[in-house]
Structures are given as structure tokens and as C-alpha cells.
């Protein structure tokens, strides 16, 4: 184990744990590579999604945001409104 990783312990349903194991043994990779995949995964897209959230509340301060009902107005005058 090199300096920059560190071991955690987590409980996980067996049968997830199987199927990890199944996806793992496919692949010919350990068990912890596709959890280390998984988190790496799971770190982009929520570091996205929050990116997104603060870009969009901080748009809404600036008061560059467009209400709900002025977003339902557009979509009927171009024809692309929930019916």
C-alpha cells in the first residue's frame, strides 16, 4: 500500500457485495479497484451537481434567475409546454 492510500471499513447487503465480486472477477480486477472506480464516480458527478447548484443560487442573488411561471409562459408561446 503506497503512503497516499488508506484502508476504510464498510458494511455493505451481501448481495451487492456478490454482485461487486461478480463485475470484479469479469473483469479480472480486485474488488477494490471497482470501489475505488465507484467512488471516483461518485465524487465527479456530486462535485458537478453542487457546482451547478452554487453557480445556479448565485445567479439567483444577482437576480439573473427567471421564475416558474415566466419558464411555463415561454414554453407556450413556443408550443413545447407540458399539455
Known sequence: MSRNEKTISFRAVAEKIE???S???AQERPRSYLINEAIANYIELHTYQDALVRKG??????????SH???VKR???TGRARQ
Open 19 to 21: 454482485a461487486l465480486d
Open 23 to 25: 463485475l470484479a472477477a
Open 57 to 66: 443560487l448565485e445567479e439567483m442573488r444577482k437576480g439573473r434567475a427567471v
Open 69 to 71: 411561471e415566466e419558464v
Open 75 to 77: 414554453l407556450k408561446r
